[in-house]
């Protein structure tokens, strides 16, 4: 079965709505966004649908949500990512609910994909934080290459963001980046399950495999995105 997944947790307010498409979810961890009680309230919800929790930490700074690269030393970056995970894993436990993976947020998880020393100073406090889960990856990307053999890299890739040639996703400020459209979101996942490929913006076909599909919490049409992708999934 296809796994869909979604960034929750990050005060938006329709995490509910999103629950019953998704089969993972991502929860803001205090990084980008998030606190004891909206992680705790947000693995409640996930609980009560039978949504899988993953942690989702980013940078440290709530201001740009997490989608700007921030100038930290390797210890500072590998302290908060591993006490991100552990914060969020404790309520899991406490809340009688198992940990399922990680995927970094936002800047870090972009950086990560391309960057050999963000990369590896994810996978650092990833390591630090001594929890045995998958990590979503971009697939074929830099973190994804140095985890292997230490993790177990679940790939990724995303129904609501266009891609360039090389695979990087097209950036945010750019007009084109969000697929906003439910038919094209869909369309997109389809192409990657049967042709295991997806369409840049430049209009190669490119090769990709994925085996989770994510579609952003904060996205306007996220909801209805995510309800016709669950109606033509389970076709």
């Known amino acids: 079965m296809t796994d869909i997944n979604c960034d929750l947790g990050e005060g938006i307010g329709n995490d509910e709505k999103i629950m019953p498409f998704i089969d993972s979810c991502n929860i803001a961890c205090g990084g980008h966004y998030g606190n004891e009680k909206s992680m705790r309230t947000t693995i409640q919800l996930a609980k009560k649908y039978g949504v899988k929790c993953g942690a989702h930490p980013s940078f440290p700074d ?3 949500f997490g989608r700007k690269r921030m100038d930290l030393s390797n210890i500072e970056l590998i302290q908060s990512i591993r006490q991100q ?15 399922s993976h990680i995927k970094l947020h936002g800047a870090l998880y972009n950086l990560a994909a391309v960057d050999i020393h963000f990369a590896q100073t994810a996978l650092a406090g990833i390591k630090m934080a001594q929890v045995n889960v ?32 090389d695979l990087r996703l097209v950036s945010r400020s750019e007009a084109n980046a969000l697929i906003v459209d439910k038919n094209q979101a869909w369309q997109q996942i389809y192409m ?8 840049s913006i430049e209009g190669e076909e ?20 995510l309800e016709f992708i669950r109606e033509n999934i389970s076709k």
């Open 206 to 225: 490119v090769h990709i495999e994925a085996a989770t599909f994510c579609v952003h919490g904060d996205q306007e049409n996220a909801v209805k995105i």
């Open 85 to 99: 995970i552990i914060n969020f894993n404790t309520i899991c436990q406490e809340e009688g609910v198992e940990m």
């Open 192 to 199: 990657i399950i049967n042709k295991q490929k997806v369409r």
């Open 62 to 64: 709530r201001e740009n």
């Open 134 to 165: 998958p990590i979503f990856a971009p697939f074929q990307s830099v973190i994804a290459r140095l985890a292997k053999g230490n993790f177990e890299v679940v790939p990724e890739a995303f129904a609501d963001r266009r891609y360039h040639s």
